[in-house]
């Protein structure tokens, strides 16, 4: 079985300090918690609600989740959690029909929605910084779960920027284990890859892919059912094993994809697993050997992709 994560986040190897950004009074106690709160079920058809998606500056030196409380509780703040522990909040208001401002004293961004109910993000910055960020609606019978990585050239260190993973949608995932039943276990679907980069502009540069291939795991691979499979990850779960009894599982698994990244290709694979690991969580292949990260090629270019 492969990697998971269900509100974990990782780091980015680029990330400063935020403390010195978040430095207007935001009572935290009267805003979203990323943590806890859940979607207002009686707003899940409509556009006012929870939303969460990632927030990268044009240098991806700040980079976190962004969680945003449109109304779902009647009021309009939001939150960064920052992959340094730090948190950035932000406080709402209505600015013009369809359109809210968010804002902290060196951060803000506006959240617009069409007559069709699409949410986008614009005008986003952070102390001086433009903001590339892409959110997606929280509802509460497929709850969104992001996950933040980085990418870097492994022959120039200084093209990388940030890989991320945005899941609205379950499954259930059955490994055989004759002579025994199988075993089930949950996993979350990885619906978006979201990638950003400093291109040397203003703004950077963003990515989005949302359209996943099957891959099926290799022959040697026993943490892998051998029928095709979407990109999952399960988050950190127990599952209980045949023989072996109570396992610890927590894993990632989406091989062999291809995303279309402006102009070019992209082809790029990734597997975190915990159960192929031991005590501790590898990178692996789609055969479950162990290697030093995920990979990536794209524009002439080939790397690695990481979470920490």
Request: net charge negative; proline share 6%.
């Amino acid at each position: 079985m492969l990697l998971v994560l269900s509100g974990i986040i990782f780091s980015c190897s680029k990330q400063e300090s935020t403390e010195s950004i978040n430095d207007i009074e935001i009572d935290f106690s009267k805003i979203i918690d990323s943590e806890i709160t859940v979607p207002n079920v009686n707003l899940d058809g409509s556009v006012k609600g929870l939303y969460k998606g990632v927030f990268v500056s044009a240098n991806t030196e700040h980079h976190g989740v962004l969680s945003i409380n449109f109304m779902n509780d009647g009021n309009l703040n939001a939150i960064v959690d920052f992959t340094d522990g730090t948190k950035l909040g932000f406080i709402g208001k209505e600015v013009a029909s369809n359109r809210y401002t968010y804002y902290s004293k060196k951060a803000q961004f506006d959240l617009v929605y069409s007559d069709a109910n699409i949410v986008t993000i614009e005008n986003a910055s952070i102390a001086g910084l433009h903001v590339n960020s892409k959110v997606v609606k929280d509802i509460s019978t497929n709850r969104t779960l992001v996950g933040l990585g980085t990418f870097v050239d492994s022959s120039d260190s200084n093209f990388g920027g940030t890989w991320d993973f945005i899941s609205t949608a379950s499954t259930v995932i059955s490994i055989p284990f004759p002579p025994f039943p199988d075993v089930s276990f949950p996993a979350d679907l990885i619906t978006e890859v979201v990638v950003c980069y400093d291109d040397g502009t203003p703004t950077g540069r963003l990515f989005s892919d949302t359209s996943m291939e099957m891959f099926t795991g290799g022959p040697t691979c026993q943490f892998l059912p051998p029928t095709p499979l979407a990109p999952f990850f399960t988050g950190p779960i127990v599952v209980v094993l045949p023989i072996v009894g109570a396992t610890p599982v927590d894993e990632w698994a989406a091989f062999n994809q291809t995303s279309v990244f402006g102009n070019h290709t992209s082809s790029w694979s990734l597997g975190y697993s915990l159960a192929a690991g031991g005590p501790g969580q590898v990178y692996v292949d789609s055969d479950c050997n162990e290697i030093p990260a995920g990979t990536w090629s794209w524009n002439s270019r080939s790397g690695t992709i990481s979470f920490y």
